[in-house]
């Protein structure tokens, strides 16, 4: 639903917000923070610079608000919740073609914030890095944990750190993703459906003790 203006023509404050974040998120995901510039914002939202000031006093405000909009979201406690029921019923399977299928719908949803994640690696933006360290890691723990898990009930070969395979599985659809919605590449052309159980099996063939 579409917030109507204020009868002076003018948004509210918290559609405002909105919509300089929704500029500054394309604007960084082009440019990358560092080259980034607060007009460029400004001109992408089609407004004046002192208005953005009026909203974010700085870059670096923008790009935390930008990063906390993200974490409200709780995509990841979504997606832990949703590991639950098939880890403790044991269910290998199911339990990593819904990681596979969560994390893989997840990071397409945002092409826009993956960019941006990219451009603040190749930055070390300290709280880019903090963000993955406080709203991201704890997938990948999550899982790793029960890989480990399913290690010591002799199910998965113990040759293998869990927090490696956890990378290898999670590197196959970061890839696609980076391929498909950063390089354009479009082939081999796969359905949705194929590339969760064709990424899911090759993990567990490698993974399956003897």
Do not use: W
């Amino acid at each position: 639903m579409v917030t109507s203006p204020t009868p002076s023509g003018r948004l509210h404050c918290d559609d405002r917000r909105s919509q300089l974040l929704g500029a500054a998120l394309r604007v960084f995901s082009r440019k990358g923070f560092q080259g980034t510039r607060t007009r460029e914002i400004a001109a992408e939202a089609e407004i004046n610079e002192a208005l953005l000031f009026r909203h974010f006093a700085t870059k670096e405000d923008l790009y935390e608000a930008i990063l906390r909009q993200r974490a409200d979201e709780r995509a990841v406690e979504a997606i832990i919740e949703s590991l639950d029921e098939p880890g403790q019923a044991r269910d290998d399977e199911a339990y990593f073609l819904t990681f596979a299928e969560k994390l893989l719908d997840a990071l397409r949803s945002q092409p826009e914030f993956f960019r941006l994640m990219l451009f603040s690696g190749l930055e070390n933006h300290a709280m880019a890095r903090d963000f993955r360290q406080v709203h991201i890691r704890p997938l990948y723990d999550t899982v790793a944990r029960y890989i480990g898990l399913r290690q010591k009930e002799g199910v998965f070969r113990k040759d293998v750190r869990p927090v490696v395979a956890i990378r290898a599985l999670a590197g196959m659809l970061v890839h696609f993703v980076l391929v498909t919605q950063v390089y354009g590449d479009v082939s081999p052309r796969i359905s949705r459906s194929e590339l969760i159980r064709s990424f899911t099996s090759i993990f567990l063939k490698g993974m399956v003790a003897g």
